[in-house]
């Protein structure tokens, strides 16, 4: 009778003892997976507020560059901009020695419910080889116009070249630098080979653009 009773007590014992191991290693693995759930979480959080402060800090660089405007006057940038254009003698001196002739000013009048405030276009043709026409054009234009803020390197500067004329052109927008807007384009071999972005074949343009995202 005596070994029937202790037989039982020690069953008991190691059944007791047996669930409570259990109940101790399912208490162990919830506090492993709460603290993997937690850390998993702050990991992610980490993560979305690094990509958040850096897409944050891109578009930051991005507005400041664009909404700084230079200190500089539009003659100023025109000058610039000419003088760099005119320092390489490739294919045509005509190319490379702009003259009053050489320079339009679309009307100011006209173009300013555009956003634009000043405009000129340095343009040279070509009678010989396979150039055809080259152009740059420098816009100056008011920073706080709609028509400003949608403007985008890649994209089109919209404008009235004449005051006797409701045809609006067009321009290839190639850098924008505070509160002006430089396009050019290169047209070869009849109008099929057509550059509306750098790098050019014609060397002076390249000059004009590089002198022109400088400017401080």
Sequence with gaps: MKKRIITILLAATLLMTACTETAK??????????????????????????????????DAAADEKKDAALNMSFDE??????????TTNESNERLANLTEND????????????????AVICSCGSFGD???????????????????????????INYYLSDTTDFISDEPVIAINGQYVLT??????????????????YQGLNYAADAFKALK
């Design 130 to 156: 396979d150039v055809i026409y080259i152009q740059f054009m420098l816009f100056e234009m008011d920073m706080e116009s709609d028509a400003y803020k949608e403007l985008k390197v890649g994209g089109k």
């Design 77 to 86: 940038v025109k000058d610039a901009l000419i003088a760099a254009y005119a």
């Design 103 to 118: 320079v339009v000013v679309p009307p100011v009048d006209k173009n300013a419910p555009m956003g634009i405030k000043k």
């Design 25 to 58: 290693r399912s208490d162990e693995e919830t506090e492993v997976k709460e603290q993997v759930t937690t850390t998993t979480a702050e990991a992610e959080t980490t993560v979305e507020e690094e990509t958040e402060a850096s897409e944050s800090e891109m």
């Design 184 to 201: 050019a384009y290169e047209t070869y071999h009849m109008g099929d080979d057509f550059h509306t972005e750098p790098p050019y074949t």
